[in-house]
């Protein structure tokens, strides 16, 4: 879908508006802080986890400054940014559904009992124990938010409720 002008210029603004000393590159604490401070998304804010997979997958698209270090992103990059910031957050929000006890962690003992809730995520979901072993690929018998987001972007999840 192509972006209007005017779109193209609310983005490069709001890039301005995240980086406060105006030196053209985000760090993850300035994208933080904006997110805090510009956005003023409390649901956005608490999701550091997404924050921070949007910021990787944001800065590992490639550098147009020699000059810019990897710890950064460009404004050429915030579109890849925000992107993904909302897919993401997509998948924080799926993932704290199935997590029941808060700990950051899916057990199969969650997973298992979400699967009709998973079920209107996704037309794919198979057998629970082999999903379960596939998204664990530490083998540590829990489901971390990195591994989920792998398994949640293979399988197209798509939560029934969210806006788009």
Do not use: H
């Not at 956005?39 to 944001?58: G, N, S, V």
């Not at 003992?109 to 979400?114: D, H, L, N, Q």
């Not at 996704?122 to 938010?145: A, H, P, Q, T, Y």
């Amino acid at each position: 879908v192509a972006i209007t002008a005017g779109e193209r210029q609310e983005r490069f603004d709001m890039f301005d508006s995240f980086d406060p000393n105006g030196n053209g590159i985000l760090s993850l604490a300035e994208v933080d802080k904006a997110i805090r401070d510009v956005l003023a998304i409390d649901e956005l804010f608490d999701a550091k986890p997404a924050i921070m997979r949007a910021f990787q997958a944001a800065k590992a698209c490639g550098k147009g400054r020699p000059d810019v270090g990897d710890d950064y992103i460009e404004k050429l990059e915030f579109k890849r940014f925000l992107v993904g910031l909302r897919q993401y957050f997509e998948y924080w929000v799926a993932f704290k559904r199935i997590d029941e006890d808060d700990d950051r962690r899916i057990s199969f003992e969650e997973f298992s009992a979400a699967e009709e809730t998973m079920k209107k995520w996704m037309s794919n979901l198979g057998d629970l124990e082999e999903e379960f072993d596939k998204i664990d690929e530490n083998d540590g018998g829990m489901v971390l938010f990195s591994e989920f987001c792998k398994w949640a972007i293979g399988k197209s999840l798509d939560l029934e409720d969210d806006d788009n």
